[in-house]
């Protein structure tokens, strides 16, 4: 069982105990009177926190120290570490008391993503800071990526919203006209519209940039 996880994560664990403690959830304790994974769950907050700002300092240095904090806020949060549990089938290797396991416990967002801190943990005391490292990169270098092309963005969509407003009542939409580009350096072009009618174009590397762009250029042709 525990082999089909270690594949799913790509680490294998010295210390076997370790990982399943890192599985094991307090209500699975309680009732088998062994250790929960919840002390690992605090380490895994801290280690996750070192990581994705160290990585973010040497590799985002056009940010500066309140963007860099936007972003891991963003990043490292019980939303995208359900997702990491999500892509490697974490519920199917959880350790569930029966009350978890009658309520869908291992479809919980918040029981998942804390599972995934304390494996976190887990790798680094079994073994060290390379693999731990290795293993939150791969997972979230995506979402800080998108989050560090957003994060500077003046929210011109509120701005625009809010001047149309005072015309009277107006439906505003955004839609993705196009994208080109290879996967890792995609553009994206998006269209707002107000009442049907076309207001301006823009583009950007993500399609929330596309669409800041597309209501800055409608702001300015007010």
């Known amino acids: 069982m525990l082999e089909n996880f270690e594949k799913n994560i790509g680490y294998i664990f010295k210390d076997k105990n370790l990982l399943k403690t890192a599985l094991t959830h307090t209500s699975y304790a309680y009732e088998k009177r062994v250790q929960s994974n919840e002390k690992l769950e605090f380490l895994g907050d801290s280690i996750l926190e070192f990581i994705s700002s160290n990585y973010l300092y040497k590799n985002y240095i056009n940010l500066n120290e309140g963007e860099m904090t936007k972003v891991r806020a963003s990043v490292v949060c019980e939303k995208s570490l359900y997702k990491i549990a999500i892509k490697h089938n974490f519920g199917d290797f959880l350790y569930l008391g029966k009350s978890e396991l009658s309520n869908n416990g291992n479809k919980n967002e918040a029981i998942l993503a804390d599972s995934v801190e304390a494996v976190i943990a887990a790798i680094f005391l079994d073994g060290g800071l390379e693999p731990v490292q290795k293993f939150i990169i791969e997972n979230l270098a995506e979402e800080i990526k998108i989050a560090s092309q957003n994060v500077g963005l003046k929210d011109y969509k509120t701005v625009l919203q809010e ?22 350096s995609k553009v994206f072009e998006a269209e707002v519209k107000c009442n049907g009618k076309q207001l301006a174009t823009g583009k950007g590397t993500s399609k929330k940039a596309a669409e800041m762009e597309a209501a800055k250029k409608a702001i300015e042709q007010l």
């Open 163 to 184: 001047k149309l407003q005072h015309k009277g009542t107006v439906n505003i939409e955004y839609n993705i006209l196009n994208e080109s580009g290879p996967d890792h």
